[in-house]
């Protein structure tokens, strides 16, 4: 089944512990890329990657990091998290950037930074 | 991309269907209308997409206006699981590569 996984799920952290958000997909796509969700803010992009090892910054990309070391794979790190963090995360993956109207979303991550 | 605007919530009957309106009056001939939902929570879902014709796939049907300056997505038969927010999105095919969802419309299907 096409799918995108992220995992955790649910994660509850501490301020200033390093955390990392995995994100698989299993369809072969290029274009991957990280989403954070807030009410009232809609859906904002953090980063995103055209294909391995191209990564760019998107919108609110201040304290995230990612790496793209295989296709398949987009984690996304937060080095020192802090509670303006907290929020809904997606990550969507789709054949090329092009094709983003066609994106695979994952389940979501809701990560609280307490 | 085209500013969108959408009723902030609507109600519908289980079974009936569901007629979701959206204004994109400045809409340019190259942008096409593109529909996603978002079932509480979850990874936004996209449903359907259309340039100037009216398109129907296994999820919706979608109705664009002769002028283009309107769209409808209609679910033919609502049912409970169809409760989520529903985007419409109006950009050029390839445009950016990022989404950019408004504030859409909350869908609520009552038993």
């Known amino acids: 089944e096409a799918q995108v996984t992220q995992n955790p799920r649910y994660l509850i952290t501490v301020t200033g512990k390093k955390l990392t958000v995995t994100c698989s997909q299993n369809m072969n796509h290029e274009y991957m890329s990280w989403y954070r969700q807030d009410p009232g803010l809609g859906l904002r992009q953090i980063y995103y990657s055209m294909n391995v090892e191209v990564t760019d910054k998107g919108d609110v990309p201040e304290g995230y990091k990612v790496s793209r070391k295989e296709k398949r794979n987009f984690p996304l790190i937060l080095e020192s998290p802090s509670p303006n963090q907290t929020s809904l995360y997606f990550c969507?993956?789709?054949?090329?950037?092009?094709?983003?109207?066609?994106?695979?979303f994952g389940q979501g991550t809701r990560l609280t930074v307490v | 991309d085209a500013k969108t605007t959408q009723p902030t919530s609507m109600d519908c009957a289980e079974g009936r269907a569901a007629n979701l309106p959206c204004n994109h009056s400045?809409?340019?001939?190259?942008?096409?209308v593109y529909w996603y939902r978002q079932i509480h929570s979850q990874g936004p879902q996209y449903i359907i997409h259309g340039l100037k014709n009216n398109e129907t796939n296994e999820m919706a049907s979608l109705i664009i206006t002769e002028d283009r300056k309107s769209s409808t997505l209609i679910l033919p038969h609502a049912t409970l699981r169809d409760t989520a927010v529903y985007y419409c999105?109006?950009?050029?095919?390839?445009?950016?590569?990022?989404?950019?969802f408004g504030k859409g419309t909350k869908l609520t299907v009552n038993p």
């Open positions: 999105i109006v950009r050029p095919q390839g445009g950016s590569e990022k989404l950019v």
């Open positions: 400045t809409i340019s001939g190259n942008e096409y």
């Open positions: 969507a993956s789709s054949l090329s950037w092009r094709r983003v109207t066609e994106a695979f």
